[in-house]
């Protein structure tokens, strides 16, 4: 299964691809679309969706895993994020991608197996499984694969049924 892991933003948007079979994971791709702070924040957005979209059609991902959107101190970065993470859903709607989200705590349970982990824990974890020599910057794209790893362990099993079903018995 290949699984497109998105940090959403509007300045900076990590995104990582992840190969998941037999409980392995293979790092495909990753990296970040980046928006530049004077650009009128529509056509940010128009780079957010164009960029997010261009991932899509070079990689096939089968499924968005995303990270649920919590109210922040600021509601003004929560609103522009809420906006870039609409182009970004919207992107994936039109490539046909199921979509899963999950809660910060949700990625850290997943990744580390505590729900508490700081966030340097859980990036280098996300290194080892990938098998990555330094956690990918910027952070968010460590977030990204965090994210893609985390589908992959919440839904590993209904994964492993599909997996057999298709190649029959064992």
């Given at each position: 299964?290949?699984?497109?892991?998105?940090?959403p933003?509007?300045?900076i948007?990590?995104?990582?691809?992840?190969?998941?079979?037999?409980?392995?994971?293979?790092?495909?791709?990753?990296?970040?679309?980046c928006?530049?702070?004077?650009?009128?924040?529509?056509?940010?957005?128009?780079?957010?969706?164009?960029?997010?979209?261009?991932?899509?059609d070079?990689?096939?991902?089968?499924?968005?895993?995303?990270e649920k959107?919590?109210?922040?101190?600021?509601?003004?970065?929560?609103?522009?994020?809420?906006?870039?993470?609409?182009?970004?859903?919207?992107?994936?709607?039109?490539?046909?991608l199921?979509i899963?989200?999950?809660?910060?705590?949700?990625?850290?349970?997943?990744?580390?197996?505590?729900?508490?982990?700081?966030?340097?824990?859980?990036?280098?974890?996300?290194?080892?499984?990938?098998?990555?020599?330094?956690?990918?910057?910027?952070?968010?794209?460590?977030?990204?694969?965090?994210?893609?790893?985390?589908?992959?362990?919440?839904?590993?099993?209904?994964?492993?049924r599909?997996?057999?079903?298709?190649?029959?018995?064992?």
């Amino acid at each position: 299964m290949r699984v497109l892991g998105i940090d959403p933003g509007y300045a900076i948007v990590g995104w990582g691809v992840v190969d998941y079979g037999g409980n392995r994971f293979a790092p495909v791709d990753f990296g970040a679309v980046c928006t530049d702070a004077g650009v009128p924040f529509e056509q940010r957005l128009d780079e957010v969706y164009t960029g997010i979209k261009e991932v899509i059609d070079r990689t096939r991902p089968e499924v968005l895993a995303i990270e649920k959107l919590f109210y922040q101190h600021n509601q003004t970065t929560v609103i522009g994020v809420a906006e870039a993470r609409g182009v970004i859903l919207l992107a994936a709607a039109q490539a046909g991608l199921p979509i899963y989200e999950y809660t910060p705590m949700q990625v850290k349970q997943a990744v580390t197996g505590y729900g508490k982990a700081v966030k340097k824990q859980v990036q280098e974890m996300t290194r080892v499984l990938l098998h990555l020599p330094a956690v990918p910057k910027p952070d968010d794209t460590a977030d990204a694969l965090a994210m893609a790893i985390t589908f992959c362990h919440t839904n590993g099993n209904q994964l492993n049924r599909f997996v057999r079903r298709v190649a029959g018995p064992i």
